[in-house]
Nanobody, 115 residues
Framework: QVYLAESGGGLVQAGGSLRLSCAAS????????MGWYRQAPGKQRELVAT???????NYAESVKGRFTISRDSVKNTVYLEMNSVRPEDTAVYFC?????????WGQGTQVTVSS
């Protein structure tokens, strides 16, 4: 079992910045991919960004150029640097990781962007 704990959410003004962190703990053997997803009220959960253990990244089009995902493999922690945030970025942000053969989720952290 792998446990994921997110932190760093909160209220931020449009145009501002926020940094999310997610620390993995438990039975960590070889986490292949870590990532962030988000779910806004009334909408489906969607991918924000992922990073694999080779450093390869993938971003949703809506956040490209504004958000940066990074990973500290020693600390088993993934970060999401959010810049130039917009009201439409308001959502609960969930951390996810894939360690064969399972996918694990954190409980989520609320990000609210005020206009």
């Amino acid at each position: 079992q792998v446990y994921l704990a997110e932190s760093g959410g909160g209220l931020v003004q449009a145009g501002g910045s926020l940094r999310l962190s997610c620390a993995a703990s438990g039975r960590i053997l070889n986490i292949i991919v870590m990532g962030w997803y988000r779910q806004a009220p009334g909408k489906q959960r969607e991918l924000v960004a992922t990073i694999n253990n080779g450093g390869g990244t993938n971003y949703a089009e809506s956040v490209k150029g504004r958000f940066t995902i990074s990973r500290d493999s020693v600390k088993n922690t993934v970060y999401l640097e959010m810049n130039s945030v917009r009201p439409e970025d308001t959502a609960v942000y969930f951390c996810q990781c894939f360690q064969t053969p399972d996918v694990y989720w954190g409980q989520g952290t609320q990000v609210t962007v005020s206009s």
